[in-house]
């Protein structure tokens, strides 16, 4: 199947060539799931002189990792202060520390790439949906005390002198967030990794893996691979290939607009360089590309309606924020699926010897992906435990098969916090 009609697959780069299994393979290594947490782990391993076949159904990127938002920035989907009440202040600041680490091994693989990964000027502005101040400026001193982030406070006045909605009260601004034009960049992590020696397959299908002796066999149509370790990485595509793993997969979908260009009227909108996220559980982000385009992101839900349903929800989003651009016009919009898991967090693990995972990465996956590949890669390299931080985040069962229709009530009963939220704070305005 070729990419999905997205901005990414519009603009991207030159793809990586790849041809399909057509014999048996023996390998230390096979990693399944061509997205970011597989190519990661690929990368990790080759750069730690283990032999490893990677396999994707599709293509690389044609998952969540090609068709997101583009947000690059520490932390997970889950609160860092929720991990604090959880698991307290001094296990919660490993887990954060690992994602500033992940954050900066990507600076380190994209030098002398920039241009074709990296969009728009550095940092984000959360904004809060809601009239809270003493909440937000707690949130913002809370994150720079226990996390030592460098999150600005933005009062409401600054908030709207560069946002124009009615929607906003404060915000605060991280500054050093990256966007990136995502499916490029997994282009380009895969190139890398194949240069070390990373073998991949496109087109390729695991079908069943099943134990062979003290190894793994992998099957896929065209042939298949003994292995010593296999690695899952297959998110919210898994389907049933690894019924525990499967059980414990949540598919979220969510959608991406890209706009026609605004030209000028942009600026009765949007007077800052910064991308944009509120506060909600339903939040929309955004950021303006190319020439004056908002590539506009938000809603979860079970379905992935058609692409022309997908604009008409997702203009309805942008103009409910800026009613002023009334007019706009839909480019191109798109879904995609992101793996979660109950507990919000990236699993992380092995499942019996030889046999590990790599997923659940939720909606905050373009640097957690880069940590996963490298904890389970320096896991089966040289047997580090640093992957055994994440044990906590166990493979809890999600509802299959009501799992979709549990991710509708979970957004449902979201938007109804939101509201509840907003008559309870936004009441005198
Ligand atoms: C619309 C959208 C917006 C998002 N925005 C952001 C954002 O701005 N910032 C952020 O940090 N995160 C964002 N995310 C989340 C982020 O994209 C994901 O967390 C991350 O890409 C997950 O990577 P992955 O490799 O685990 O999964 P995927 O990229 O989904 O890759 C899984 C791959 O496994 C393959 N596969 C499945 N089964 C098999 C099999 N049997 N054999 C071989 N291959 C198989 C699939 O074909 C797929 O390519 C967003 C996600 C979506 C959908």
Redesign the pocket.
């Known amino acids: 199947m070729s990419y999905p009609d997205t901005y990414y697959s519009r603009t991207m780069g030159s793809g990586v060539e790849s041809a399909a299994v057509s014999e048996d393979i023996e390998t230390q290594v096979c990693v399944?799931?061509?997205?970011?947490?597989?190519?990661?782990t690929g990368m990790g391993l080759v750069e730690r002189g283990i032999n490893c076949v990677l396999?994707?159904?599709?293509?690389?990127?044609?998952?969540?990792?090609?068709?997101?938002?583009?947000?690059?920035?520490p932390g997970f989907?889950q609160d860092a202060l929720k991990l604090v009440r959880l698991l307290g202040e001094d296990h919660a600041r490993r887990l954060y520390e690992l994602t500033n680490r992940a954050v900066e091994l990507i600076q380190q693989r994209i030098k002398g790439f920039e241009d074709s990964i990296l969009e728009g000027q550095p940092g984000s502005l959360t904004a809060s949906w809601f009239n809270d101040e003493t909440g937000v400026k707690r949130y913002v001193e809370d994150m720079n005390r226990i996390f030592d982030e460098d999150l600005q406070f933005w009062p409401r006045q600054k908030v709207a002198e560069h946002y124009l909605t009615k929607r906003y009260f404060d915000g605060f601004l991280k500054p050093g967030t990256m966007?990136f034009q995502?499916l490029n960049y997994?282009l380009h992590l895969a190139r890398l990794a194949l240069a070390k020696g990373l073998q991949i397959f496109h087109h390729?299908?695991?079908?069943q893996v099943t134990r062979k002796h003290d190894r793994w066999l992998v099957v896929?149509p065209s042939g298949s691979i003994l292995t010593d370790h296999v690695v899952y990485?297959?998110?919210?595509?898994?389907?049933s290939?690894q019924p525990q793993l499967s059980r414990a997969t949540l598919p979220v979908?969510?959608?991406?607009l890209l706009t026609q260009e605004l030209g000028s009227s942009l600026e009765d909108a949007i007077r800052a360089p910064y991308a944009v996220s509120d506060n909600r559980f339903s939040s929309n982000?955004y950021r303006v590309v190319g020439n004056c385009r908002l590539l506009w992101?938000g809603r979860v839900s079970m379905f992935q309606p058609s692409q022309e349903k997908l604009a008409v929800l997702m203009l309805k989003d942008l103009l409910s924020v800026y009613p002023q651009l009334k007019g706009v016009q839909a480019d191109v919009a798109?879904?995609?699926?992101?793996?979660y898991a109950r507990h919000k967090m990236p699993q992380i693990g092995k499942l019996s010897a030889g046999a590990w995972y790599?997923?659940?990465?939720?909606?905050?996956?373009?640097?957690?992906?880069t940590m996963?590949g490298e904890l389970i890669a320096s896991a089966i390299a040289q047997d580090d435990q640093g992957y055994q931080l994440f044990a906590p985040f166990g493979l809890d069962y999600v509802g299959k098969p009501f799992g979709p229709v549990i991710a509708q009530m979970a957004y449902w009963s979201y938007q109804l916090q939101d509201a509840f939220q907003v008559s309870r704070l936004n009441r005198k305005y």
């Open positions: 399944i799931g061509g997205g970011l947490a597989g190519v990661s396999v994707e159904a599709q293509q690389l990127g044609w998952g969540a990792s090609g068709r997101n938002g583009g947000f690059v920035s989907s966007r995502s997994v390729t299908p695991a079908l896929t990485a297959c998110s919210g595509y898994i389907d290939l979908a969510t959608y991406v982000y992101g798109w879904g995609g699926y992101m793996g790599c997923q659940g990465f939720g909606g905050h996956g373009m640097a957690t992906t996963g």
